[in-house]
């Protein structure tokens, strides 16, 4: 497995990330042990999990399947780079009420405990918030985190699906209070949305953030979609199936499949691969649900794309461009 640094912190993190989103809604406690148990074998050490996995009435269930995880021993607490997320309403649904959600201060007190409960583990790596706050102030959510790593609860705070200027306001606030700010940001970033170049990743850039794509086959649309209903397989389905129906991205995707074909390569290990040779990238999210899935997503970290496989898939799914100049009309 290849390393590289949490942007500008001391953790050395995998180039790849486990997601554990697919744990305990599609994959039952007993598989998410064994892909866990298999990832770190593998040499993945940095996990992301969020309060809210697990969804609807089971809220904080993918802490929990970490947390048993855990409890296992074998080191396995201290081999894992840890990342959650606060934001959102841990409250059963219909049943929201004031202050359970969203960065104040109070919020982030009790979402940071209680996620260490779940996880059974007195400290968090990587604290993220999960989406921004537009109604609490940056001085109030500082200052709440600040405590958290005086307390030893957590280590770093980073950011996800944060746009460039609030990853900017957030850390010229930090500076301004002698804190350490964000040091990472998780953004939707593939080879078919690539809008982060314009802003975000410029941004984290600058701000030595680390970069921590999700989504990187794009809700499946870069897994070879195509060619898996063509062979009778899996078939499309959501937001996935809606995109095909539209013949400009069905042939786009078409386009992309047989580029991939010719150079014998997965769609979904090109996909990631791709992302792991632009500038500024960690390592992208992997979700898996099965052992398979994971096998295949080890798979892309040895990887290497040609220049013509490269430039192809450039020509199919170009950039926005280089920042500012994108924005030009």
């Keep these: 497995m290849k390393y590289t640094q949490l942007g500008r912190t001391g953790l050395k993190v995998s180039r790849l990330v486990l997601g554990t989103m697919n744990f305990g809604p599609q994959t039952e406690e007993a598989d998410s042990h064994a892909i866990m148990d298999a990832a770190l074998d593998a040499g993945i050490n940095f996990f992301d999990t969020a ?12 802490e929990r399947i970490i947390g048993t995880w855990f409890a296992q021993g074998g080191e396995r607490r201290d081999k894992v780079v840890l ?15 004031p202050n359970h959600d969203k960065l104040s201060a109070l919020n982030i007190r009790r979402s940071v405990d209680a996620s260490l409960k779940r996880l059974g583990t007195d400290y968090i790596d990587l604290y993220q918030f999960h989406h921004i706050d537009r109604s609490t102030p940056f001085d109030e959510i500082w200052q709440a985190m600040d405590v958290l790593v005086q307390q030893g609860k957590i280590l770093y705070a980073g950011s996800s699906n944060f746009p460039g200027y609030k990853i900017a306001q957030a850390n010229e606030t930090a500076a301004g209070r002698g804190s350490l700010g964000l040091v990472s940001e998780q953004c939707l970033y593939n080879l078919y949305e690539r809008r982060a170049e314009m802003e975000v990743i410029p941004a984290a850039r600058d701000y030595g953030l680390g970069v921590i794509p999700w989504s990187p086959l794009h809700g499946g649309l870069l897994g070879g979609v195509i060619k898996k209903e ?13 995109a095909l129906t539209d013949p400009a991205v069905r042939a786009k995707i078409q386009a992309y499949e047989e580029l991939l074909e010719k150079h014998g390569l997965e769609p979904g290990e090109a996909a990631l691969a791709w992302l792991l040779t632009r500038p500024g990238i960690t390592g992208p999210i992997v979700g898996p649900r099965t052992a398979q899935q994971l096998e295949s997503a080890l798979r892309a970290v040895e990887l290497e794309l040609s220049e013509e496989v490269l430039a192809g898939l450039e020509e199919i799914f170009p950039g926005t461009g280089p920042s500012p100049e994108a924005f030009a009309w």
């Design 51 to 62: 309060n809210v996995y697990g969804w609807g009435e089971n809220k904080g269930r993918t």
């Design 83 to 97: 990342a959650t997320k606060v934001y959102g309403n841990m409250a059963p649904d219909g049943d929201a009420w």
């Design 230 to 242: 063509a062979e009778g397989g899996r078939r499309a389905s959501g937001r996935t199936a809606d």
